[in-house]
């Protein structure tokens, strides 16, 4: 409705909306004085047109790093070097953060002491390695009706492992499936 009052029909194409700056360049710095950082003079409080003409004088920009400081705090640099080198950091960080893995372990109501311990060795190697793990048991149709028998056998895996792990949250019922998250107690070895 709003769009149609502004002259625009169906099938029309909005305009490009740019996106704003995330720091303040050159004639964009609004405050009269701006304390001034960088290489090849000496660091200090300027006038704006002075630092603005040093700047100048050696070719590069004059951006606004701190903008609530008091006077805001700029720094002589090449603008487009400073945002490359600031999307690689983020990069670096976000490529060191590490991610949480969870490996699922799937139980039946009426699972057998062999199944248990195959299932028990895989889930202490799983913890060993710093993976959490999320053991559920699985009641098909009528087996609902053994929802204390899921819940033993739950706290009875919880209980072999805690050596290795630590529980995270205790077994909770969730439509047809048990759950219960376990935690490794140390990183990675």
């Given at each position: ?8 029909k ?8 740019k996106?704003e700056a995330e ?6 710095i ?8 960088g ?10 047109a ?7 004088e050696?070719g590069?920009?004059l951006v ?5 400081a008091?006077?805001?705090v700029?720094?002589v640099?090449d ?6 080198e600031?999307?690689k950091?983020?990069?670096e960080?976000?490529?060191?953060a590490k ?10 109501p ?9 299932k028990?060795?895989?889930a ?9 793990v999320r053991a559920?048991?699985h009641?098909?149709?009528r087996a609902?009706v053994?929802k ?5 056998l ?9 050596d290795?792990?630590k ?14 998250t376990l ?7």
């Amino acid at each position: 409705m709003a769009l149609k009052k502004a002259g625009f029909k169906r099938g029309m194409r909005l305009p490009f909306k740019k996106k704003e700056a995330e720091h303040k360049i050159n004639n964009f710095i609004t405050s009269a004085e701006v304390r001034l950082t960088g290489e090849d003079f000496e660091s200090g409080i300027y006038p704006l047109a002075q630092a603005l003409a040093i700047a100048e004088e050696q070719g590069l920009d004059l951006v606004e790093i701190s903008p609530n400081a008091v006077p805001p705090v700029c720094r002589v640099i090449d603008y487009n070097k400073f945002l490359f080198e600031k999307k690689k950091k983020e990069k670096e960080i976000k490529s060191n953060a590490k991610q949480t893995i969870i490996k699922e372990i799937r139980f039946g109501p009426n699972t057998d002491d062999h199944d248990f311990q195959f299932k028990l060795k895989h889930a202490v190697s799983f913890l060993e390695s710093g993976e959490k793990v999320r053991a559920y048991v699985h009641f098909k149709g009528r087996a609902i009706v053994y929802k204390d028998r899921g819940e033993i056998l739950l706290l009875k895996f919880a209980q072999a492992l805690e050596d290795v792990g630590k529980v995270e949250l205790l077994p909770k019922l969730e439509g047809k499936r048990m759950f219960l998250t376990l935690g490794p107690k140390t990183g990675k070895r």
